[in-house]
């Protein structure tokens, strides 16, 4: 069982480039999120997805987009990058309250 | 506005003694708390819940308490074990808020053997 899968597990980027966090959950989950965890800090959710086709912001989604064309893929897309979004995300998918959690991204934005 | 809190950054136990961790919350209309373990460069992993009708639950070495009128639960790990050693995040959620959790900023929880 892969359950939730998250690509790259790094990666650094320049100020002003953009990216795409991959997630894919083979759980056939509907509710997918998007977290940051900031040193020291809770995990603060950024956006999430009920089902196909319906996305919705989190607590902080500035400088985010997602998008969710299949129940399995829910990708982030960073489009210009800033050293305040260097922080760990993590992807997840729920089975009613229980969330199980992708292994995280690490992003630096230098 | 931290809707839930977690004050104590961190918590060093003996192996075999209990482990204790808290965990405070400010939004009245929570009705669903969870403990989650992280490992580092891991994700978290669930570990055990409790609704708002109870005021605990238990499973195995592990026991949730929730206090509705201090909005306050914890978490109880007896007998303590150095595979614990992680950080514990309590998180909350609105059952029909598509299952959005809010998370504490955790606990590192260190047992030495």
């Known amino acids: 069982n892969a359950g939730v899968t998250q690509t790259p597990k790094f990666r650094i980027l320049k100020i002003g480039q953009s990216m795409t966090l991959q997630c894919t959950q083979d759980?056939?989950?509907?509710?997918m999120y998007w977290y940051r965890q900031d040193p020291g800090m809770g995990l603060k959710l950024i956006y999430y997805?009920?089902?196909?086709?319906?996305?919705d912001k989190g607590e902080v989604p500035n400088g985010y987009n997602v998008s969710r064309s299949t129940t399995e893929d829910f990708p982030l897309r960073l489009e210009l990058a800033a050293p305040s979004q260097t922080s760990v995300y993590f992807c997840a998918s729920s089975y009613w309250e229980k969330l199980f959690f992708g292994s995280g991204t690490q992003l630096s934005v230098l | 506005d931290q809707q839930v809190k977690q004050n104590s950054p961190s918590l060093r136990v003996q192996e075999g003694r209990i482990s204790i961790l808290n965990c405070d919350y400010t939004?009245?209309?929570?009705?669903?708390f969870l403990w989650y373990k992280k490992y580092p460069a891991e994700g978290p992993t669930f570990l055990i819940s409790i609704s708002s009708i109870k005021d605990k639950n238990e499973d195995g070495r592990f026991t949730v308490f929730l206090n509705k009128s201090a909005k306050h639960l914890s978490l109880h790990i007896v007998p303590s074990q150095p595979g614990d050693s992680a950080v514990y995040f309590c998180a909350a959620t609105v059952r029909d808020s598509s299952y959005k959790l809010i998370f504490g900023s955790g606990t590192r929880l260190l047992v030495r053997p």
């Open positions: 759980m056939n989950h509907n509710y």
């Open positions: 939004n009245s209309m929570f009705d669903y």
């Open positions: 997805s009920v089902g196909a086709g319906i996305t």
